[in-house]
């Protein structure tokens, strides 16, 4: 009798535990993504913030939201009562200061305290030089704001898409066989060759941006986001995002240096053809 009832108590305890391993999963602790207010701060450049108010207002679909100042944000950082949605930089390794915005999705809670680093992020996408910003994330801002909306309600459908993070959407890519793949020629490695490209299209930043604003189908479109003055260990990110749906279908970053400079490498272009053909 005490070896059963043992071996009921072990249990309880196995179940105990494997209910708070739920608990603990990101999916459950953003499960209410949805029902919160989402604080969408604003940076104070008069440019960007009239542009993120727009894009918002006419995009955001997921979750109530409600645009605050960054003072606000600082008040409120601690309540789990919200999620913030706000720019950040970020700084790696070798690097002196902060190289990347970011467009970062976190929820507010006590640890908050500790610094934005602490808070629970759903998701950090790069979007632009932290030194010196082309301008060119403005155009893509609501590419961005889809693709943060997309992966957080991925998220809280599966823990794999919470934890895989945003290089989980690249399996799309094997999907474009027939689709127009448009690279602006500011985003390709110098490295890259025409050979390499054949049957892409590869042109001026203006051009590849107006696929975007004209909301071209059957069509995906390049983006990069670098520092501006990459140091040896600086990232850079890679992306095509599809110009009509706003859908992300590939996401690679890299190391920058002596060998590897900014933008899509070869290597790149050849996982982009070998996934969208099948050639070995």
């Known amino acids: 009798m005490k070896k059963i009832l043992l071996i009921i108590a072990l249990a309880a305890i196995s179940a105990s535990a494997f209910a708070q391993a739920q608990i603990d999963t990101k999916k459950v602790k953003i499960g209410d993504f949805?029902?919160?207010?989402?604080?969408?701060?604003?940076?104070?450049?008069?440019?960007?913030?009239?542009?993120?108010?727009?894009?918002?207002?006419?995009?955001?679909?997921?979750?109530?939201?409600?645009?605050?100042?960054?003072?606000?944000?600082?008040?409120?950082?601690n309540s789990d009562k919200y999620y913030f949605l706000l720019t950040t930089k970020g700084q790696f390794k070798k690097e002196t200061e902060p190289s990347l915005q970011f467009l970062t999705l976190v929820k507010g809670g006590n640890q908050a305290s500790k610094g934005i680093d602490e808070m629970l992020e759903i998701v950090s996408l790069p979007i632009a030089s932290a030194e010196d910003p082309s301008g060119r994330?403005?155009?893509?801002?609501?590419?961005f704001l889809n693709i943060i909306q997309k992966y957080t309600v991925d998220s809280m459908d599966k823990d794999y898409s919470a934890y895989a993070g945003l290089g989980n959407y690249t399996s799309r890519i094997s999907k474009s066989e027939g689709m127009n793949i448009v690279f602006s020629e500011d985003d390709l490695d110098a490295t890259v060759t025409e050979n390499e490209l054949a049957g892409f299209v590869v042109t001026d930043e203006d051009s590849a941006d107006k696929f975007v604003m004209d909301n071209t189908p059957n069509t995906l479109v390049s983006y990069v986001a670098a520092p501006s003055n990459p140091v040896n260990g600086s990232f850079?990110?890679?992306?095509?995002?599809?110009?009509?749906?706003?859908?992300?279908?590939?996401?690679?970053?890299?190391?920058?240096?002596?060998?590897?400079?900014?933008?899509?490498?070869?290597?790149?272009?050849?996982?982009?053809?070998?996934?969208?053909?099948?050639?070995?």
């Open 34 to 77: 949805t029902q919160k207010v989402t604080k969408v701060v604003l940076t104070g450049s008069a440019l960007f913030d009239g542009v993120l108010q727009d894009e918002v207002a006419a995009r955001w679909r997921v979750s109530p939201y409600e645009f605050c100042s960054l003072e606000e944000f600082n008040s409120l950082k």
């Open 236 to 280: 850079c990110y890679k992306m095509l995002v599809n110009a009509e749906t706003y859908e992300l279908y590939f996401y690679r970053k890299h190391r920058i240096n002596a060998k590897n400079g900014p933008g899509f490498m070869p290597y790149d272009i050849r996982h982009i053809n070998i996934s969208r053909t099948g050639l070995k």
């Open 137 to 143: 994330e403005l155009v893509f801002l609501p590419v």
